[in-house]
C-alpha cells in the first residue's frame, strides 16, 4: 500500500487548499500594504511551508550539497 504522502491526490489537494488561502489573506490581509511587500511576506510564507513539508518527509538537503552543475539525463 502506498504510503498517505506519497499519493499524488494529496498534494494536489494541498496544493488547492493553500492557494486558495493564498488568494483569501491577499484579499484580507493586505489592504494597507504595498503589493509588492504583500507578495513578499506570501512568498516568505510559502517557503516556509514547504521547507516544513520536505523536512516532515525527510527530503530536506543542505543547500551546499547541491552541485554546480548537473547532466541533463534524456
Request: glycine fraction near 12%; proline fraction near 3%.
Given at each position: 500500500m502506498?504510503?498517505?504522502?506519497a499519493t499524488w491526490q494529496l498534494w494536489a489537494l494541498l496544493s488547492a487548499g493553500?492557494?486558495?488561502?493564498?488568494?483569501i489573506f491577499a484579499k484580507i490581509?493586505?489592504?494597507?500594504i504595498n503589493s509588492d511587500?504583500?507578495?513578499f511576506i506570501r512568498t516568505v510564507?510559502?517557503?516556509?511551508?514547504l521547507g516544513g513539508i520536505l523536512t516532515g518527509?525527510?527530503?530536506w538537503q543542505a543547500p551546499g550539497s547541491?552541485?554546480?552543475r548537473t547532466t541533463?539525463?534524456?
Amino acid at each position: 500500500m502506498v504510503g498517505l504522502l506519497a499519493t499524488w491526490q494529496l498534494w494536489a489537494l494541498l496544493s488547492a487548499g493553500f492557494s486558495a488561502l493564498t488568494a483569501i489573506f491577499a484579499k484580507i490581509g493586505v489592504g494597507n500594504i504595498n503589493s509588492d511587500f504583500a507578495t513578499f511576506i506570501r512568498t516568505v510564507v510559502i517557503l516556509l511551508v514547504l521547507g516544513g513539508i520536505l523536512t516532515g518527509t525527510g527530503q530536506w538537503q543542505a543547500p551546499g550539497s547541491v552541485p554546480r552543475r548537473t547532466t541533463i539525463r534524456w
